[in-house]
């Protein structure tokens, strides 16, 4: 069974971090690449960052370029997204999304993406 799960979600300050986390099993790790969306209600889900399967290049969305890290760790099959300098935009459902075909140059669309955890809540306060 494939499993994605979140976590390291929660409620911080402008300006504070937070470590995202996504524990996968189910799959071949190696092979995949992965995605970090976001979501606020009545708003499509927006990508954030992406990392490739092999070399871990990443690409980064444009509004949190700068801010944002994401690796990988093999040996643990897990993502992160390392988020410095937060802003109450950035309050959101974070999703991380795994995928065998999708480009790590460019943030490929959600609909691109087979796999999908179940989300975890960030919230950012002025």
């Known amino acids: 069974e494939v499993q994605l799960v979140e976590s390291g979600g929660g409620l911080v300050q402008a300006g504070g971090s937070l470590r995202l986390s996504c524990a996968t099993s189910?799959?071949?790790?190696?092979?995949?690449?992965f995605g970090w969306f976001r979501q606020v209600p009545g708003k499509e889900r927006e990508g954030v960052s992406c990392?490739?399967?092999?070399?871990?290049?990443?690409y980064y969305a444009d509004s949190v370029k700068g801010r944002f890290t994401m690796s990988r760790d093999n040996a643990k099959n897990t993502v992160y997204l390392q988020m410095n300098s937060l802003k109450p935009e950035d309050t959101a459902v974070y999703y991380c999304?795994?995928?065998?075909?999708?480009?790590?140059?460019?943030?490929?669309?959600?609909?691109?993406?087979?796999?999908w955890g179940q989300g975890t809540q960030v919230t950012v306060s002025s």
């Open positions: 999304a795994a995928d065998l075909f999708v480009p790590w140059n460019s943030m490929a669309p959600s609909s691109e993406y087979d796999y």
């Open positions: 990392i490739s399967s092999t070399d871990g290049n990443t």
């Open positions: 189910g799959f071949t790790f190696d092979d995949y690449a």
